[in-house]
Nanobody, 126 residues
Framework: QVQLVESGGRLVQDGGSLRLSCTASITVSWYIMGWFRQAPGKERELVAAISENGVNTAYSDSVKGRFTISKDNANNAVYLQMNGLKPEDTAVYYC????????????????????WGQGTLVTVSE
C-alpha cells in the first residue's frame, strides 16, 4: 500500500517562508511526484512537479520563482520550499505520485496521479 505523508503546513505571515515535506513508502525515483493545492471552493491545481530522476521540474505560473520542488531519492522524500508567500497561497497542499504518467512538464491535472497524501494546511495571513 502506497503511503504519502505531508508535513510542514502552518500559519505564516504574508512574505514568509515554509518548507513542506512528503515522506513516501515508495521508491520515489520510480515516480513522477507532484505538489497540488486546493483552496476552499476551488479545484485542486498543480503547484509543482518533478521527474523520476529529479532532473526536470515544472511550476505553475502563480508560484514560479517563489517555490522550489526537490526530491531526496535516498530517503524517499519530496520537498516544497515556499518563499514569498502570499494570502492567495492559502490552501491544503497535497503530495501526489504516479509511476506511469509521462513527463508533461506543468500540464498535469489531479486525475493523472494515482497516489495521494492526506494534505497539510498552509494559511498565509495578511
Amino acid at each position: 500500500q502506497v503511503q504519502l505523508v505531508e508535513s510542514g503546513g502552518r500559519l505564516v505571515q504574508d512574505g514568509g517562508s515554509l518548507r513542506l515535506s512528503c515522506t513516501a513508502s515508495i521508491t520515489v525515483s520510480w515516480y513522477i511526484m507532484g505538489w497540488f493545492r486546493q483552496a476552499p471552493g476551488k479545484e485542486r491545481e498543480l503547484v509543482a512537479a518533478i521527474s523520476e530522476n529529479g532532473v526536470n521540474t515544472a511550476y505553475s505560473d502563480s508560484v514560479k520563482g517563489r517555490f522550489t520542488i526537490s526530491k531526496d531519492n535516498a530517503n524517499n522524500a519530496v520537498y516544497l520550499q515556499m518563499n514569498g508567500l502570499k494570502p492567495e497561497d492559502t490552501a491544503v497542499y497535497y503530495c501526489a505520485a504516479d509511476r506511469w504518467v509521462p513527463w508533461l512538464d506543468r500540464d498535469y491535472d489531479a486525475s493523472q496521479f494515482q497516489h495521494w497524501g492526506q494534505g497539510t494546511l498552509v494559511t498565509v495571513s495578511e
